[in-house]
């Protein structure tokens, strides 16, 4: 439905002579990634007020997107499923940063570091079974991937010797979430193509 309407507006504006027929694909991909990323942002946001987590809210977003980006990792089948797959999971973190203990933060953070790292390591990255990468695309990726992990884990340590334990907290949870979401998609593909061979 959200995709229909968005080709809808793009046929609208290649009638006025706005683009090239031929760009039609990417015109409509572009304004769909932008108004996905608008509303995940809006609606963060909107959850971090809730919450009374604002700054923490885009900080999590934030430290996210800078891993989930090169990582790749689950992807909801629609827009709307998408949508509210990553409100449920903005929720869920807002809810650990505000009700975890002060005292317990460092030790949290340790174990999520223990076990995302490595996932993410092994996995990484993780192609959508509708977009498949080639060798280069995967060498580029996971380089790249590897470089903004390291970037958040050193930040974290230096938030911990700075005391800055929740904001160091906050970026594990990104690290995390996006660990979670390379390896869901690393067991469908694999369940996928298992099906796939049985059926041939």
């Known amino acids: 439905m959200f995709s229909k309407s968005v080709e809808k507006f793009v046929d609208v504006l290649l009638i006025n002579g706005i683009g090239k027929k031929e760009d039609k694909e990417i015109i409509v991909f572009g304004l769909m990634s932008g108004i996905k990323l608008i509303l995940n942002i809006l609606t963060t946001i909107?959850?971090?007020?809730?919450?009374?987590l604002v700054i923490e809210s885009l900080l999590f977003l934030i430290s996210f997107s800078f891993i989930r980006t090169y990582t790749g990792g689950y992807h909801a089948k629609s827009a709307i499923n998408c949508y509210l797959f990553s409100s449920v999971v903005v929720v869920l973190v807002l809810i650990a940063i505000k009700f975890t203990p002060a005292q317990y933060v460092f030790i949290?953070?340790?174990?999520?570091?223990?076990?995302?790292?490595?996932?993410?390591?092994?996995?990484?990255?993780?192609?959508?079974?509708?977009?498949?990468?080639?060798?280069?695309?995967?060498?580029?990726?996971?380089?790249?991937?590897?470089?903004?992990?390291?970037?958040?884990?050193?930040?974290?340590?230096?938030?911990?010797?700075?005391?800055?334990?929740?904001?160091?907290?906050?970026?594990?949870?990104?690290?995390?979430?996006?660990?979670i979401l390379v390896f869901m998609e690393k067991f469908i593909t694999d369940i996928y193509n298992k099906n796939n061979i049985k059926d041939i």
């Open 46 to 52: 909107l959850l971090g007020l809730i919450f009374g």
């Open 108 to 179: 949290a953070s340790i174990l999520i570091l223990l076990i995302s790292v490595p996932i993410l390591l092994k996995f990484a990255p993780v192609e959508a079974r509708t977009k498949p990468l080639d060798e280069i695309e995967r060498k580029y990726f996971r380089k790249k991937g590897i470089i903004n992990l390291s970037i958040e884990c050193i930040l974290i340590f230096i938030m911990f010797i700075l005391r800055f334990n929740k904001l160091g907290y906050i970026v594990s949870l990104g690290i995390l979430v996006s660990a």
